[in-house]
């Protein structure tokens, strides 16, 4: 799964001389907490976050009027509170660097480039949704968790054994174990029952973690 299927194409952008307040009405309207910042031929020069708009409002305990407030606010413009050094992904970044990228430096969207032209943004929301997907979280079937091995031919097994039952897999995952000797493996599967499938991985395992229908 790469970032050209999970962004979301054509971002809303803001230019580098809208106002604060105009910047936050407009992710109001979107529905969305970050802008990628355009100068006037349209390239990627910044992106600004809800979070470092609102840092640029006053405080409520200023002793400036509302109508200070007000003119002072249109006085900042994007330019002076966004993020110069943007991180950028492109269109071909696997999913999962893109979803590392963002944990590792503590950011929530990454802009999409192709070319050097920005023609997408990519965000937590957006890996948090194919998360769900590749977990199956949606489909109806048996979820079981189990202890296996950390040895070449296991993960054959199992899908060996689920198959055996009847059972078609429509979500596989593999986690660390305790020990670098030992890895968990995450199956969904449909089309069979709990007991059934339970019995015929049993034998194939260390230990059944966690077993539940969804």
């Avoid at 897999?169 to 069979?192: F, M, N, T």
């Amino acid at each position: 799964m790469f970032v050209k299927e999970r962004m979301t194409s054509k971002p809303v952008v803001v230019a580098t001389d809208v106002s604060v307040p105009e910047a936050l009405k407009l992710m109001h309207q979107r529905h969305i907490r970050r802008l990628p910042v355009v100068d006037k031929a349209g390239h990627l020069v910044g992106i600004v976050s809800d979070r470092d708009l609102l840092r640029a409002s006053p405080s409520p305990a200023t002793s400036l009027s509302v109508w200070e407030i007000a003119y002072l606010l249109n006085e900042v413009k994007v330019q002076s509170v966004m993020t110069a050094k943007v991180i950028t992904v492109t269109e071909g970044t696997p999913l999962e660097d893109a979803a590392r990228i963002m944990a590792d430096n503590k950011i929530g969207g990454l802009p999409v480039l192709a070319n050097g032209e920005l023609v997408g943004i990519i965000t937590e929301t957006d890996v948090f949704r194919a998360f769900v997907e590749l977990l199956g979280a949606s489909d109806p079937g048996v979820r079981i968790t189990m202890l296996v091995r950390n040895q070449p031919g296991e993960l054959a097994r199992l899908t060996r054994a689920v198959a055996d039952s009847g059972g078609n897999i429509s979500a596989l995952a593999e986690y660390a174990g305790a020990s670098p000797d030992e890895r968990q493996i995450l199956v969904k599967a449909s089309g069979v029952g709990r007991d059934a499938l339970v019995a015929a991985l049993t034998p194939a395992v260390l230990q059944i973690v966690d077993v539940r229908e969804t």
